[in-house]
């Protein structure tokens, strides 16, 4: 089964400093990978997915996504990070064997200092 | 688009007590997903629906949660009787195509509360 793992609970950083998020998966086949975000009493937003292709993926709000496969991580980055940004964010895979369905890892809570 | 609809917003409850919640997926997803997240955690997979029938329970503690999606749109989940590690959000989630392609993103409801006393 795959299964994803998330170093840093909790990040911190300055508003304009640049960002980025570590993911790492396990899983024996190509997965398919997705970064979420949830603001507070919010449910999941998606803000990009990578399937195959172009390793590095653009999503929304300026986040784009690198996947790695020699080292099994789907780290998400952006250049600048807004106050607007403060939320958790979620790494998934999602599987192709049935019964196997999408995994979260256990989540990054990023603050926004002003 | 409409979103993924839930209700309640917040429940709170006594152990022992029974409770539902309620789910109404986007408009021709297929697919209906049931996750828990405790306070902390990354959301769990409970139940997943691929139109009226399941797909996969695994996780889902039969002995106290049940779930059901009638004529295949909105879906009930229902505790009975609640424990007091249930408390939790309780989201909802939907995709388009789910158990037929892998890569279907998906779309969450803004959840559930739920606390046991």
């Known amino acids: 089964a795959q299964s994803v793992t998330q170093p840093d609970i909790h990040i911190t950083v300055s508003e304009g400093a640049s960002l980025e998020l570590r993911c790492n998966y396990s899983?024996?086949?190509?997965?398919?990978l997705f970064w979420y975000v949830q603001s507070p009493g919010q449910g999941l937003q998606l803000l990009l997915k990578y399937f195959s292709g172009d390793t590095l993926v653009q999503g929304i709000k300026g986040f784009e996504a690198e996947f790695k496969r020699s080292q099994s991580s789907f780290n998400l980055r952006k250049p600048s990070v807004h106050w607007s940004d403060a939320a958790e964010y979620f790494c998934a895979v999602g599987a192709q064997v049935r019964g196997q369905n999408f995994v979260f890892g256990p989540g990054t809570r990023l603050s926004v200092l002003p | 688009e409409a979103g993924v609809a839930q209700s309640p917003r917040y429940k709170i409850i006594e152990k022992r007590q029974s409770v539902a919640f309620w789910c109404n997926p986007i408009?021709?997803?297929?697919?209906l997903y049931w996750y828990q997240q405790i306070l902390g955690q990354g959301p769990k997979l409970l139940i997943q629906f691929q139109n009226n029938g399941v797909v996969d329970d695994s996780q889902l503690p039969k002995d106290r949660f049940s779930a059901e999606r009638l004529k295949g749109v909105d879906s009930t989940l229902k505790i009975q009787p609640a424990k007091l590690e249930d408390s939790a959000v309780y989201l909802c989630a939907s995709s388009l195509l789910g158990q037929i392609a892998y890569n279907s993103p998906l779309h969450f409801g803004n959840g559930t509360r739920l606390t046991v006393t």
């Open positions: 408009s021709g997803h297929a697919t």
């Open positions: 899983y024996g086949a190509t997965p398919y």
